[in-house]
């Protein structure tokens, strides 16, 4: 749990400093992009299982 807490802590800093510098933020745009991050990673947990299966 401290981890994803240190995680959204460490996202909301660099989503304030890119802000504050102007730039465009390191983020997909939208909730697409976001979802397929989700995928990849639940992919790659599937498949880790698969293999441990095998």
Excluded: H, N, Q, T
């Excluded at 802000?19 to 880790?48: E, N, Q, S």
Aim: proline residues 7%; glycine residues 14%; hydrophobic residues 65%.
């Amino acid at each position: 749990m401290r981890e994803l807490i240190l995680a959204v802590i460490a996202g909301l800093m660099v989503g304030i400093l890119f802000k504050f510098f102007r730039l465009p933020l390191p983020a997909p745009p939208v909730l697409a992009g976001v979802l397929g991050i989700v995928g990849v990673y639940l992919g790659g947990v599937v498949g880790d299982w698969i293999l441990s299966k095998f």
